[in-house]
Protein backbone atom coordinates (compact mmCIF):
# COMPACT_ATOMS: atom_id res chain seq x y z
CA UNK A 1 0.00 0.00 0.00
CA UNK A 2 1.42 3.47 -1.22
CA UNK A 3 0.69 7.03 0.78
CA UNK A 4 -1.41 9.03 -0.98
CA UNK A 5 0.59 11.63 -0.97
CA UNK A 6 3.96 10.93 -1.52
CA UNK A 7 3.73 7.11 -2.59
CA UNK A 8 6.23 6.00 -0.37
CA UNK A 9 5.47 2.59 1.36
CA UNK A 10 2.39 3.50 3.62
CA UNK A 11 2.24 2.47 7.45
CA UNK A 12 -1.04 3.48 8.38
CA UNK A 13 -4.56 3.33 6.56
CA UNK A 14 -6.98 5.88 7.38
CA UNK A 15 -9.98 3.98 6.29
CA UNK A 16 -12.77 6.59 6.87
CA UNK A 17 -10.37 9.23 4.47
CA UNK A 18 -10.07 5.99 1.89
CA UNK A 19 -6.11 6.52 2.45
CA UNK A 20 -2.79 5.35 3.65
CA UNK A 21 0.06 7.76 4.80
CA UNK A 22 3.87 7.26 5.25
CA UNK A 23 5.01 7.88 8.62
CA UNK A 24 5.98 11.69 7.53
CA UNK A 25 3.12 12.35 5.59
CA UNK A 26 0.87 10.94 8.42
CA UNK A 27 2.29 13.13 11.27
CA UNK A 28 1.75 15.94 9.10
CA UNK A 29 -1.63 15.37 7.97
CA UNK A 30 -2.37 14.96 11.80
CA UNK A 31 -1.09 18.83 12.11
CA UNK A 32 -3.18 19.73 9.55
CA UNK A 33 -6.65 18.00 11.28
CA UNK A 34 -5.61 19.92 14.33
CA UNK A 35 -4.49 23.13 13.34
CA UNK A 36 -7.82 23.62 11.27
CA UNK A 37 -10.31 21.97 14.68
CA UNK A 38 -8.40 24.70 16.54
CA UNK A 39 -8.80 27.07 13.56
CA UNK A 40 -12.73 25.98 12.50
CA UNK A 41 -13.61 26.52 16.38
CA UNK A 42 -11.36 29.36 17.38
CA UNK A 43 -10.00 27.08 20.13
CA UNK A 44 -6.91 29.34 20.95
CA UNK A 45 -6.17 32.97 20.08
CA UNK A 46 -2.18 34.48 19.85
CA UNK A 47 -0.77 35.03 22.97
CA UNK A 48 -3.30 32.83 24.68
CA UNK A 49 -1.82 31.03 27.98
CA UNK A 50 -2.45 27.14 27.61
CA UNK A 51 -2.93 24.11 29.39
CA UNK A 52 -2.97 21.08 28.29
CA UNK A 53 -4.91 18.12 30.64
CA UNK A 54 -2.20 15.57 30.72
CA UNK A 55 -2.73 11.35 32.12
CA UNK A 56 -0.34 9.98 30.38
CA UNK A 57 -2.27 8.07 27.90
CA UNK A 58 -2.15 8.65 24.15
CA UNK A 59 -4.26 11.09 23.37
CA UNK A 60 -3.49 13.58 26.04
CA UNK A 61 0.28 13.35 25.28
CA UNK A 62 -0.44 13.24 21.26
CA UNK A 63 -2.44 16.76 21.58
CA UNK A 64 0.43 18.38 23.69
CA UNK A 65 3.00 17.11 21.38
CA UNK A 66 1.27 18.39 18.15
CA UNK A 67 0.66 22.10 20.10
CA UNK A 68 4.17 22.58 20.50
CA UNK A 69 4.62 21.12 16.89
CA UNK A 70 2.54 23.85 15.59
CA UNK A 71 3.76 26.44 17.80
CA UNK A 72 1.80 27.04 20.99
CA UNK A 73 3.80 27.25 24.40
CA UNK A 74 1.54 24.67 25.77
CA UNK A 75 2.39 23.52 29.56
CA UNK A 76 0.66 20.23 31.01
CA UNK A 77 -0.97 19.43 34.23
CA UNK A 78 -0.86 15.67 35.54
CA UNK A 79 -3.62 14.59 38.10
CA UNK A 80 -1.93 11.94 40.60
CA UNK A 81 -5.21 9.67 41.16
CA UNK A 82 -3.79 7.42 43.35
CA UNK A 83 -4.33 4.30 41.29
CA UNK A 84 -1.50 2.47 42.73
CA UNK A 85 0.76 1.08 39.61
CA UNK A 86 -1.97 2.29 37.16
CA UNK A 87 -1.25 5.90 38.20
CA UNK A 88 2.90 5.54 39.03
CA UNK A 89 3.47 4.62 35.50
CA UNK A 90 0.83 6.89 33.88
CA UNK A 91 2.79 9.97 35.68
CA UNK A 92 6.04 8.37 34.56
CA UNK A 93 4.88 8.75 31.45
CA UNK A 94 3.65 12.24 31.81
CA UNK A 95 7.23 13.00 33.42
CA UNK A 96 9.03 11.53 30.80
CA UNK A 97 7.12 13.18 27.87
CA UNK A 98 7.49 16.61 29.79
CA UNK A 99 11.14 16.33 30.03
CA UNK A 100 12.02 15.29 26.41
CA UNK A 101 10.25 18.15 24.85
CA UNK A 102 11.41 20.73 27.81
CA UNK A 103 8.21 21.69 28.80
CA UNK A 104 6.14 22.51 32.14
CA UNK A 105 4.06 19.95 33.73
CA UNK A 106 2.21 20.84 36.93
CA UNK A 107 1.78 18.02 38.93
CA UNK A 108 -1.32 17.62 41.18
CA UNK A 109 -1.96 14.60 43.94
CA UNK A 110 -5.75 14.22 44.90
CA UNK A 111 -5.17 12.25 47.92
CA UNK A 112 -3.22 15.35 49.27
CA UNK A 113 -4.77 17.88 47.31
CA UNK A 114 -8.60 16.95 48.03
CA UNK A 115 -8.42 14.29 50.87
CA UNK A 116 -9.03 11.31 48.70
CA UNK A 117 -8.21 8.99 45.65
CA UNK A 118 -10.10 7.69 43.28
CA UNK A 119 -10.17 4.32 44.84
CA UNK A 120 -11.62 5.85 47.92
CA UNK A 121 -14.50 7.91 45.41
CA UNK A 122 -15.58 4.64 43.49
CA UNK A 123 -17.30 3.33 47.41
CA UNK A 124 -19.30 6.24 47.10
CA UNK A 125 -22.73 5.96 44.94
CA UNK A 126 -21.31 6.95 42.07
CA UNK A 127 -19.67 4.66 39.53
CA UNK A 128 -15.63 4.59 39.37
CA UNK A 129 -15.60 6.56 35.82
CA UNK A 130 -18.34 9.23 37.25
CA UNK A 131 -16.78 10.15 40.36
CA UNK A 132 -13.07 9.95 38.44
CA UNK A 133 -14.88 12.27 35.79
CA UNK A 134 -16.16 14.91 37.94
CA UNK A 135 -13.17 15.10 40.56
CA UNK A 136 -10.74 15.76 36.89
CA UNK A 137 -13.16 17.97 35.59
CA UNK A 138 -13.27 20.33 38.60
CA UNK A 139 -9.37 19.73 39.78
CA UNK A 140 -8.55 20.98 36.02
CA UNK A 141 -10.59 24.03 35.94
CA UNK A 142 -9.34 25.19 39.05
CA UNK A 143 -5.66 24.41 38.14
CA UNK A 144 -6.37 26.68 34.53
CA UNK A 145 -8.24 29.34 36.59
CA UNK A 146 -5.53 29.40 39.85
CA UNK A 147 -2.60 29.71 38.11
CA UNK A 148 -4.26 31.92 35.02
CA UNK A 149 -4.44 29.93 31.97
CA UNK A 150 -7.15 31.34 28.91
CA UNK A 151 -7.66 27.93 27.70
CA UNK A 152 -7.85 23.77 29.48
CA UNK A 153 -7.10 21.60 26.20
CA UNK A 154 -8.52 18.08 26.85
CA UNK A 155 -7.13 14.61 25.06
CA UNK A 156 -10.85 14.06 23.71
CA UNK A 157 -10.48 12.42 20.14
CA UNK A 158 -13.68 11.58 17.75
CA UNK A 159 -14.04 8.11 18.71
CA UNK A 160 -14.67 10.05 22.61
CA UNK A 161 -17.05 12.65 21.21
CA UNK A 162 -18.88 9.87 18.75
CA UNK A 163 -19.96 7.21 22.37
CA UNK A 164 -20.68 10.67 24.41
CA UNK A 165 -23.48 11.74 21.81
CA UNK A 166 -24.04 7.90 21.01
CA UNK A 167 -24.72 7.26 24.98
CA UNK A 168 -26.92 11.08 25.16
CA UNK A 169 -28.58 10.40 22.09
CA UNK A 170 -29.66 6.62 23.36
CA UNK A 171 -31.10 8.47 26.68
CA UNK A 172 -32.00 11.32 24.61
CA UNK A 173 -30.70 13.76 27.50
CA UNK A 174 -30.66 17.07 25.83
CA UNK A 175 -28.95 19.18 29.00
CA UNK A 176 -25.87 16.99 28.10
CA UNK A 177 -26.66 16.98 23.87
CA UNK A 178 -27.39 20.46 24.41
CA UNK A 179 -23.36 21.06 25.74
CA UNK A 180 -21.81 19.19 24.06
CA UNK A 181 -19.00 21.12 21.63
CA UNK A 182 -15.56 20.99 20.48
CA UNK A 183 -14.95 24.26 22.32
CA UNK A 184 -16.66 25.41 25.44
CA UNK A 185 -16.24 28.84 25.83
CA UNK A 186 -15.07 30.46 29.03
CA UNK A 187 -17.40 31.66 30.91
CA UNK A 188 -17.94 33.19 35.02
CA UNK A 189 -16.40 29.91 37.32
CA UNK A 190 -15.22 28.16 34.06
CA UNK A 191 -11.87 28.12 31.71
CA UNK A 192 -12.32 27.69 28.19
CA UNK A 193 -12.06 24.22 27.64
CA UNK A 194 -11.34 22.77 24.16
CA UNK A 195 -10.46 19.47 21.87
CA UNK A 196 -8.38 20.03 19.48
CA UNK A 197 -8.28 16.28 18.38
CA UNK A 198 -12.02 15.92 17.49
CA UNK A 199 -11.07 15.49 13.98
CA UNK A 200 -9.03 12.26 14.59
CA UNK A 201 -9.40 9.23 15.97
CA UNK A 202 -8.46 6.90 19.18
CA UNK A 203 -6.70 4.86 16.06
CA UNK A 204 -4.65 8.04 15.00
CA UNK A 205 -3.60 9.45 18.02
CA UNK A 206 -2.00 6.22 18.65
CA UNK A 207 -0.37 5.72 15.74
CA UNK A 208 0.99 8.80 15.69
CA UNK A 209 2.41 8.16 19.12
CA UNK A 210 4.24 5.19 17.62
CA UNK A 211 5.24 7.32 15.00
CA UNK A 212 6.51 10.06 17.25
CA UNK A 213 8.11 7.53 19.32
CA UNK A 214 6.19 8.79 22.46
CA UNK A 215 5.83 6.62 25.18
CA UNK A 216 2.75 6.54 26.63
CA UNK A 217 0.75 3.89 29.09
CA UNK A 218 -0.80 0.99 26.82
CA UNK A 219 -2.87 -0.78 29.48
CA UNK A 220 -6.62 0.35 30.32
CA UNK A 221 -7.32 2.13 33.88
CA UNK A 222 -8.52 -1.33 35.83
CA UNK A 223 -11.14 1.04 37.11
CA UNK A 224 -12.72 1.47 33.73
CA UNK A 225 -13.04 -2.10 33.27
CA UNK A 226 -16.30 -2.94 32.02
CA UNK A 227 -18.03 0.52 31.90
CA UNK A 228 -20.84 2.08 29.04
CA UNK A 229 -18.20 4.25 27.27
CA UNK A 230 -15.88 1.76 26.34
CA UNK A 231 -18.91 -0.95 25.05
CA UNK A 232 -20.18 2.22 22.76
CA UNK A 233 -16.51 2.50 22.06
CA UNK A 234 -16.91 -1.38 20.62
CA UNK A 235 -20.07 -1.01 19.10
CA UNK A 236 -19.51 1.96 16.99
CA UNK A 237 -16.09 0.25 15.57
CA UNK A 238 -18.36 -2.85 14.54
CA UNK A 239 -20.23 -0.24 12.91
CA UNK A 240 -17.12 1.62 11.43
CA UNK A 241 -15.56 -1.60 10.34
CA UNK A 242 -18.38 -2.29 7.85
CA UNK A 243 -18.70 1.21 6.94
CA UNK A 244 -16.07 2.74 6.94
CA UNK A 245 -16.50 6.81 8.02
CA UNK A 246 -20.18 6.04 9.90
CA UNK A 247 -18.56 7.92 13.33
CA UNK A 248 -17.46 10.80 11.45
CA UNK A 249 -20.75 10.92 9.86
CA UNK A 250 -22.98 10.47 13.07
CA UNK A 251 -20.83 13.57 15.10
CA UNK A 252 -20.39 16.04 11.82
CA UNK A 253 -24.57 15.58 11.24
CA UNK A 254 -25.08 16.42 14.89
CA UNK A 255 -22.38 19.36 15.09
CA UNK A 256 -23.81 20.87 11.70
CA UNK A 257 -27.66 20.12 11.84
CA UNK A 258 -28.58 19.68 15.49
CA UNK A 259 -26.50 21.14 17.89
CA UNK A 260 -27.72 24.81 16.70
CA UNK A 261 -30.70 23.89 17.37
CA UNK A 262 -29.81 23.42 20.66
CA UNK A 263 -28.33 27.22 20.95
CA UNK A 264 -31.47 28.74 23.12
CA UNK A 265 -30.88 25.15 25.75
CA UNK A 266 -27.12 25.50 26.40
CA UNK A 267 -27.24 29.62 27.34
CA UNK A 268 -30.54 28.72 29.53
CA UNK A 269 -28.18 25.97 31.02
CA UNK A 270 -25.38 29.02 30.95
CA UNK A 271 -27.51 30.94 32.63
CA UNK A 272 -28.86 28.07 35.67
CA UNK A 273 -25.22 28.35 37.09
CA UNK A 274 -25.05 29.52 39.94
CA UNK A 275 -22.00 29.38 42.87
CA UNK A 276 -21.59 26.55 45.39
CA UNK A 277 -21.64 27.60 49.15
CA UNK A 278 -18.99 25.39 50.05
CA UNK A 279 -15.97 26.08 47.71
CA UNK A 280 -17.09 28.69 45.20
CA UNK A 281 -17.26 26.54 42.13
CA UNK A 282 -20.22 27.04 39.43
CA UNK A 283 -23.09 25.13 40.17
CA UNK A 284 -26.42 24.54 39.69
CA UNK A 285 -27.83 23.42 43.32
CA UNK A 286 -26.48 24.84 46.38
CA UNK A 287 -23.60 22.48 47.20
CA UNK A 288 -21.52 21.41 44.08
CA UNK A 289 -21.11 17.65 42.94
CA UNK A 290 -17.44 18.17 43.34
CA UNK A 291 -18.28 18.44 46.99
CA UNK A 292 -20.86 16.42 47.62
CA UNK A 293 -18.59 13.18 46.05
CA UNK A 294 -15.78 15.02 48.81
CA UNK A 295 -18.16 14.25 51.58
CA UNK A 296 -18.97 10.55 50.95
CA UNK A 297 -15.61 9.36 49.90
CA UNK A 298 -14.12 11.18 52.89
CA UNK A 299 -16.76 9.78 55.45
CA UNK A 300 -15.72 7.59 58.13
CA UNK A 301 -15.91 3.78 57.11
CA UNK A 302 -17.83 2.61 59.72
CA UNK A 303 -20.95 4.88 58.84
CA UNK A 304 -20.74 3.57 55.72
CA UNK A 305 -20.69 -0.22 56.81
CA UNK A 306 -24.44 0.18 58.48
CA UNK A 307 -25.67 1.95 55.15
CA UNK A 308 -24.30 -1.02 53.13
CA UNK A 309 -26.25 -3.83 55.55
CA UNK A 310 -29.14 -1.54 55.72
CA UNK A 311 -29.32 -1.68 51.76
CA UNK A 312 -28.85 -5.56 52.01
CA UNK A 313 -31.17 -5.64 54.22
CA UNK A 314 -33.96 -4.19 51.76
CA UNK A 315 -32.27 -5.84 48.92
CA UNK A 316 -33.35 -8.91 49.97
CA UNK A 317 -36.66 -7.27 50.63
CA UNK A 318 -37.04 -6.20 47.34
CA UNK A 319 -34.38 -7.56 44.91
CA UNK A 320 -34.94 -5.18 41.93
CA UNK A 321 -34.89 -1.80 43.79
CA UNK A 322 -31.63 -3.25 45.05
CA UNK A 323 -29.94 -3.99 42.48
CA UNK A 324 -30.65 -0.88 40.89
CA UNK A 325 -29.17 1.15 43.90
CA UNK A 326 -25.66 1.94 42.22
CA UNK A 327 -26.66 2.95 38.98
CA UNK A 328 -25.44 7.05 38.44
CA UNK B 1 5.51 -15.70 14.27
CA UNK B 2 5.01 -14.50 17.80
CA UNK B 3 2.40 -12.66 18.42
CA UNK B 4 2.27 -10.19 21.70
CA UNK B 5 -1.43 -9.05 23.05
CA UNK B 6 -1.98 -6.95 25.43
CA UNK B 7 -4.72 -6.81 28.29
CA UNK B 8 -3.88 -9.01 29.21
CA UNK B 9 -0.75 -9.14 28.30
CA UNK B 10 0.06 -12.78 26.88
CA UNK B 11 2.08 -14.25 23.55
CA UNK B 12 1.31 -16.31 21.11
CA UNK B 13 2.56 -18.04 18.18
CA UNK B 14 0.72 -18.33 14.92
CA UNK B 15 2.50 -19.92 11.75
CA UNK B 16 3.59 -17.17 8.66
CA UNK B 17 3.60 -15.90 5.80
CA UNK B 18 0.39 -14.30 7.09
CA UNK B 19 -1.20 -11.17 5.66
CA UNK B 20 -1.79 -8.25 8.48
CA UNK B 21 -5.16 -8.11 8.04
CA UNK B 22 -5.41 -11.73 7.71
CA UNK B 23 -3.71 -11.99 11.27
CA UNK B 24 -6.72 -9.22 12.57
CA UNK B 25 -9.27 -12.32 11.50
CA UNK B 26 -7.64 -15.35 12.69
CA UNK B 27 -7.46 -13.33 15.99
CA UNK B 28 -11.07 -12.48 15.30
CA UNK B 29 -9.87 -8.34 16.32
CA UNK B 30 -11.67 -5.62 14.53
CA UNK B 31 -9.24 -3.50 12.82
CA UNK B 32 -10.58 -0.07 13.32
CA UNK B 33 -9.74 -1.04 17.46
CA UNK B 34 -5.96 -2.40 17.13
CA UNK B 35 -2.95 -1.20 15.66
CA UNK B 36 0.22 -3.91 14.35
CA UNK B 37 3.61 -3.11 14.87
CA UNK B 38 6.01 -5.33 13.59
CA UNK B 39 9.13 -4.75 15.55
CA UNK B 40 8.87 -0.99 15.94
CA UNK B 41 7.20 0.01 12.93
CA UNK B 42 3.30 0.26 12.09
CA UNK B 43 2.33 -2.02 8.97
CA UNK B 44 -1.20 -1.82 7.13
CA UNK B 45 -3.35 -4.56 6.63
CA UNK B 46 -1.88 -5.71 3.50
CA UNK B 47 1.63 -5.95 4.97
CA UNK B 48 3.15 -10.02 4.52
CA UNK B 49 4.29 -10.75 7.94
CA UNK B 50 6.92 -13.15 8.29
CA UNK B 51 7.25 -16.63 10.13
CA UNK B 52 10.56 -14.97 11.85
CA UNK B 53 8.29 -11.54 12.77
CA UNK B 54 7.53 -10.33 16.17
CA UNK B 55 3.98 -8.32 16.07
CA UNK B 56 2.37 -6.74 19.25
CA UNK B 57 -1.21 -6.16 18.31
CA UNK B 58 -1.85 -2.70 20.46
CA UNK B 59 -5.48 -2.17 21.71
CA UNK B 60 -6.10 1.50 20.79
CA UNK B 61 -9.62 2.16 22.55
CA UNK B 62 -9.60 3.58 26.09
CA UNK B 63 -11.88 5.84 28.55
CA UNK B 64 -13.33 6.60 31.23
Known amino acids: ?328 | MKIRLHNPRREVETTGPLRASDLCKQLGLNRESVLLIRGDELVTGDALLQEEDVVEVRPVISGG
Open chain 1, 1 to 328: MKCRRCEEQAVVEVRHAHAAYCPTCFVERCREQVSRAIGEHRMIRSGEKVLVAVSGGKDSLAVWDLLLDLGYPADGVYLGLGIGGYSDRSGDCARAFAERRGATLIEIDLASEVGFTIPQAANTRRMPCSACGLAKRHLLNKTALDHGYDVLVTGHNLDDEVAVLFGNTLQWNMPYLARQRPALPESSGFARRVKPLVRLTERETAAYCVIRRIDYIVEECPMASGNRHLLYKELLNTLEERDPGAKATFLNGFADRVAPLLDDLAAQERDSVGTCSRCGSPTTAEVCAFCRLRDQATRPPRRRKKRRRDRSVHAEESPVTGGESRRP
